[in-house]
């Protein structure tokens, strides 16, 4: 069973940094579990942006502000796109 918990963002950030000074022997199974583990949750991070910049969007003052924020969007969803292939 997969459940889903909330924790605040501030210690996500943390256990990030935490976990990129860690730094294990490469090619040992807790480097490979670190690896996977700072892979997920930097890709939170980058989900809660892209988030943020999809209401940029949507709260935009004017129709300049408006296609700014929509380019930002699209920069970011595009990387997003990219990094969830590998």
């Known amino acids: ?3 889903k918990v909330l924790i605040p963002l501030s210690l996500l950030e943390i ?10 022997q490469d090619h040992s199974v807790i480097h490979y579990e670190c ?11 980058q989900k809660l942006e892209l988030r943020d910049a999809y209401s940029n ?6 129709e300049c502000e408006r296609d700014i924020a929509r380019v930002e969007y699209l920069r970011q969803k595009s ?3 990219c990094t969830d292939t590998q």
């Open 35 to 45: 690896a996977e583990i700072l892979w997920r949750l930097k890709e939170i991070i």
């Open 79 to 81: 990387y997003l796109s």
């Open 1 to 3: 069973m997969c459940k």
């Open 15 to 24: 256990i990030i940094e935490v976990l990129e000074a860690l730094k294990p």
């Open 57 to 62: 969007i949507i709260f935009a003052n004017d």
